[in-house]
Antibody, heavy 119, light 107 residues
Framework: QVQLVESGGGVVQPGRSLRLSCPAS????????MHWVRQAPGKGLEWVAV????????HYADSVKGRFTISRDNSKNTLYLQMNSLTAEDTAVYYC????????????WGQGTLVTVSS | EIVLTQSPGTLSLSPGERATLSCRAS???????LAWYQQKPGQTPRLLIY???SRATGIPDRFSGSGSGTDFTLTVSRLEPEDFAVYYC????????FGQGTKVEIK
């Protein structure tokens, strides 16, 4: 079965960095675009970034552009999110999500990893 | 960037009633890449509808989606107790965009 397991979250001071990882299994990772989506406590869903299946194309939400970098290693079936210059507004649960296009009506989300930015 | 606006913010209904949720896009949505999700407290979102009107795997037929262009609707024909939750619409052509959500609560 498809599994996405985020890790790397935790408590970090404002201005510091954090790197999230999301190893994938149960599907051909190298054929799907992958996304990061976040949800601040008590708030709605916010799309963060997407990377194409081959890693060549990346897009970011305006709120993280220039601070976050999405990447992938298809040899390790792993998605990453490098987060720099973190602020309190980045506090959220971060989800690794498989792209919907070509999914045949099936969505796959990781369980999420909590990032708390606080001094 | 396309913005999705959901209405109403909160819908207060009783079990057995019909729920109609709206999602309006600021520009026409190409390819009908519009999805609906359900999220309950402490859980990850669950895909209900994709392609504006196709039910996702395992979703009961009381859930239906319709619309095109800029106006989309999620309808729950008869609310079951487990349907009280927050619902999000989403554009899933790259990049993604989510609406702000509609909470369906028990009246």
């Amino acid at each position: 079965q498809v599994q996405l397991v985020e890790s790397g979250g935790g408590v970090v001071q404002p201005g510091r960095s954090l790197r999230l990882s999301c190893p994938a299994s149960g599907f051909t990772f190298s054929t799907y675009a992958m996304h990061w989506v976040r949800q601040a406590p008590g708030k709605g869903l916010e799309w963060v970034a997407v990377i194409s299946y081959d890693g060549r194309n990346k897009h970011y939400a305006d709120s993280v552009k220039g601070r976050f970098t999405i990447s992938r290693d298809n040899s390790k079936n792993t998605l990453y999110l490098q987060m720099n210059s973190l602020t309190a507004e980045d506090t959220a649960v971060y989800y690794c999500v498989r792209d919907l296009i070509g999914s045949g009506g099936e969505d796959y989300w990781g369980q999420g990893t909590l990032v708390t930015v606080s001094s | 960037e396309i913005v999705l606006t959901q209405s109403p913010g909160t819908l207060s209904l009783s079990p057995g009633e019909r729920a109609t949720l709206s999602c309006r896009a600021s520009q026409s949505v190409s390819g009908n890449y519009l999805a609906w999700y359900q999220q309950k407290p402490g859980q990850t979102p669950r895909l209900l509808i994709y392609g504006a009107s196709s039910r996702a795997t395992g979703i009961p037929d009381r859930f239906s989606g319709s619309g095109s262009g800029t106006d989309f609707t999620l309808t729950v024909s008869r609310l079951e107790p487990e349907d009280f939750a927050v619902y999000y619409c989403q554009l899933y052509g790259s990049p993604w965009t989510f609406g702000q959500g509609t909470k369906v609560e028990i009246k």
